[in-house]
């Protein structure tokens, strides 16, 4: 089973920096994509940047410019730097992976979340 495990989020002022981090079990290679998504209240998930297995990342125009990806393929982690952070940026962050599982097809698997909290 893949477990996806999401860390480095709080509370932070406008203008600062955080990194989240996604540990993966297994190897992050098996998966046909990785994403970051966030939540926040009384709003609908948001996709904020999908990487490929390649290592390919799209931002979201929300949080391009502002936020890298970056990945540690011997730790099995993903990364998300988050610079500039603005209140609106405030949400449950989750980390996503895609596997083809052999002869059951594409899976998604989700990590738990971590709270990023941005005050004005």
């Known amino acids: 089973q893949v477990q996806l495990v999401e860390s480095g989020g709080g509370l932070v002022q406008a203008g600062g920096s955080l990194r989240l981090s996604c540990a993966a079990s297994?190897?992050?290679?098996?998966?046909?994509?990785m994403a970051w998504y966030r939540q926040a209240p009384g709003k609908q998930r948001e996709l904020v940047a999908s990487?490929?297995?390649?290592?390919?990342?799209t931002f979201a125009d929300s949080v391009k410019g502002r936020f890298t990806s970056s990945r540690d393929n011997a730790k099995n982690t993903l990364y998300l730097q988050m610079n500039s952070l603005k209140p609106e940026d405030t949400a449950v962050y989750y980390c996503?992976?895609?596997?083809?599982?052999?002869?059951?097809?594409?899976?998604?698997?989700w990590g738990q979340g971590t709270q990023v909290t941005v005050s004005s």
């Open positions: 297994g190897s992050i290679f098996s998966f046909t994509s």
């Open positions: 996503k992976a895609n596997k083809y599982e052999s002869k059951i097809g594409p899976r998604d698997y």
């Open positions: 990487i490929t297995s390649g290592g390919t990342t």
